[in-house]
């Protein structure tokens, strides 16, 4: 029902997928998922891309958790049909 995919090593600390499948969405879930994320990675501010075509379903937790957008990737970074902002970077 839901994923992340996380990467923790002595330069970095990021969640590189957050998911929860559409039909389980407005339950919670992701916060809950994205605490033990927070506690696996030792922060409240790990480094995370979102898309911009998402940033709406993440502007909550966003602004929960007071992420700061740090950086705007050049189009086509990660794919051709989005941009990709850095938050916590």
């Not at 330069?11 to 499948?21: A, G």
């Not at 927070?38 to 502007?59: G, M, S």
């Not at 970074?77 to 902002?85: C, K, P, V």
Request: hydrophobic share 40%; net charge negative.
């Amino acid at each position: 029902m839901a994923v992340a995919i996380l990467k923790k090593d002595t330069e970095e600390r990021k969640i590189s997928t957050l998911f929860v499948k559409p039909e389980y969405q407005k339950r919670g879930i992701a916060i809950e998922l994205l605490e033990k994320c927070f506690a696996w990675l030792e922060t409240t501010r790990p480094v995370i891309t979102i898309a911009d075509y998402k940033l709406d379903q993440f502007a909550k937790v966003i602004e929960k958790y007071g992420w700061t957008e740090t950086e705007v990737l050049a189009d086509g970074y990660y794919n051709d049909h989005s941009r990709e902002h850095v938050f916590n970077g």
